[in-house]
């Protein structure tokens, strides 16, 4: 099955309802959209456990999404939450030594993730979205297309709009 925000939400809702089918091909679809997510985060021997943390994750969560939203922004809340925690869990354990104050890449990664999420509040959803969909996460106009539910030519127009409002506000800081 393809992995896209409506056959997800139809999943999702009949998990919700107790379809164990449904709740299998969720699993599997949302296995292979994490594993894509978390490939360009980290280091691929992390990838199956962040994954598999992930799910969990979602599967307590199950009853917290609302039918109403969009369930993809949903899901990447959740991934990017144990991808921040598990960013932590390395850094706690590294050991520095007295002359080991310098800030990492990963955390310089993860402090410009945080600066941008808050940088992202201050947009329309839909230009935000778009931005983080295909600007920060990789994905296509296409693919930001159907996960959004706005056409190509919109999802264009929302990055440019909000690209545009980003540098402004940076500029006048």
């Known amino acids: 099955m ?10 999702m809702a009949a998990s919700q309802r107790g379809d164990r089918a449904a709740y299998r091909s969720l699993l ?30 979602m599967h307590r969560k199950l009853a917290t999404w609302d039918s109403s939203r969009p369930f993809l922004p949903w899901l ?3 991934a990017r939450y144990r991808w921040i925690d ?17 800030v990492g890449a990963e955390d310089e990664a ?10 992202l509040q201050f947009l329309p959803p839909g230009q935000a979205q778009a931005i983080t969909l295909v600007k920060i996460e990789g994905a296509s106009i296409a693919e930001a297309s159907r996960i959004c539910g706005q056409s190509e030519s919109l999802v264009k127009v929302n990055i440019h709009r909000g690209l545009k409002k980003l540098a402004l506000m940076i500029e006048s800081e």
């Open 2 to 11: 393809s992995i896209d925000e409506p056959s997800l939400a139809r999943l």
């Open 110 to 119: 993860v402090h410009a993730r945080l600066s941008i999420d808050r940088l």
């Open 86 to 102: 598990m960013l932590r869990r390395q850094r706690d354990v590294a050991e520095l030594g007295d002359n080991d104050a310098a």
């Open 28 to 57: 599997a679809d949302c296995r292979r959209w994490l594993e894509r997510y978390y490939a360009r985060r980290i280091a691929p021997h992390h990838v199956d456990d962040l994954v598999q943390e992930t799910l969990v994750s």
């Open 76 to 78: 990447a809340a959740i």
